[in-house]
C-alpha cells in the first residue's frame, strides 16, 4: 500500500490523557466525512466541516509525501524523534502498552481495548506517534501497525470512529461526528468537541471507553462554549475537561 501523508512533525500532544507528553504527529491525506477544500464547507455529515480547522488535503506539508511501504513510513517518523532518547527506548514487549484494538468478530472480555494502560505516561522514554488526519483510519493498516511495534513504537490513532481500527495495540481516541455511523463504540477516550447539535454527551455516556472528555469547540464563541463545557463537566464528574494547550501556547 502507498500511504499519502499531509505532515509529519515533533511536538507535544496537547489534547486528552496524554496531554503535555512529547510526540510525533503523523497527519494522513484525507477525510471520509469531508474534502477539506474551502468550497466543500457545510457539506459534511453534521456540519463538522463548518468548524474543522485541520488541513488534510494533499501531501505537501512539512514531511509530507507518498510513502511506498510501512517500513519507509515508520523511518520518517523516527527521524523527527530526538536522537538521545533512541538509546532509551524500550522493546516493545517489555513496554506497557495500549491494548489490542477492536474487531467486529471480537468480544468485550476477548478485546479490552481499555485495559493494560497502567497510566497516560506508562514508559516515557517509548517513542510515541499520533496518527491522525483527516480520518488515519483509511490508511492505517496492519502492516503499518505492525511495523510500529516491531519498531518500538506506542501508537495512538484519533479517529472520528466511523472505521473500525486494524488488529494490533494502540491508544484509541474517538471523537464521534453528528449523523456519522459510529463502528467504534470501546476504547481508551471518547473525545467530544462540544457543544454540537447531534452530539450531547448523554448519547454516548454508555460506552465502553476509559476516559470521556469534552473538548471546546473552537470558534468565536469559544470562551462561551468552554464555560458551557466546564459546567457539563462539573455537573456530571464522568467527564473531564480537555482544552487545546498547543493552541494555548502556540506550538503546532
Known amino acids: 500500500m502507498t500511504y499519502a501523508v499531509k505532515e509529519i512533525f515533533y511536538t507535544l500532544q496537547g489534547e486528552g490523557a496524554h496531554a503535555g507528553r512529547p510526540a ?12 477539506g477544500l474551502e468550497r466543500d464547507r457545510g457539506k459534511g455529515p453534521g456540519g463538522c ?37 533512541a538509546s532509551a527506548v524500550a522493546s516493545p514487549a517489555a513496554s506497557p502498552t495500549a491494548s489490542p484494538a477492536a474487531s467486529p468478530a471480537a468480544s468485550p472480555a476477548a478485546s479490552p481495548i481499555a485495559s493494560s494502560i ?31 511495534e516491531s519498531a518500538g513504537w506506542f501508537v495512538a490513532v484519533e479517529t472520528n470512529g466511523t472505521v473500525l481500527p486494524p488488529p494490533g495495540r494502540l491508544w484509541l481516541t474517538v471523537s464521534p461526528k453528528a449523523n ?29 471507553f476509559e476516559h470521556f472528555f469534552l473538548q471546546p469547540l473552537d470558534s468565536p464563541e469559544r470562551q462561551r462554549h468552554t464555560q458551557q463545557a466546564l459546567q457539563y463537566c462539573l455537573q456530571h464528574p464522568r467527564w473531564r475537561l480537555s482544552l487545546q494547550t498547543h493552541k494555548i501556547i502556540g506550538i503546532p
Open 180 to 208: 456519522a455511523p459510529l463502528q467504534v463504540t470501546r476504547g481508551n477516550e471518547l473525545k467530544l468537541v462540544y457543544p454540537q447539535v447531534g452530539v450531547e454527551p448523554e448519547r454516548f455516556a454508555h460506552l465502553d
Open 24 to 35: 510525533v504527529f503523523l497527519r494522513f491525506a484525507g477525510c471520509n466525512l469531508w474534502t
Open 118 to 148: 497502567t497510566s497516560p505516561g506508562a514508559s516515557q522514554a517509548q517513542p510515541f506517534v499520533v496518527c491522525t488526519g483527516g480520518e488515519p483510519l483509511l490508511q492505517l493498516d496492519a502492516p503499518l501497525l505492525n511495523a510500529f
Open 49 to 85: 466541516s463548518q468548524w474543522c480547522d485541520t488541513d488534510f488535503v494533499g501531501t505537501d506539508g512539512p514531511g509530507g509525501g507518498k510513502f511506498a511501504s510501512a517500513e519507509e513510513l515508520v523511518r520518517a517518523v523516527a527521524s523527527r524523534w530526538p536522537a538521545a532518547s
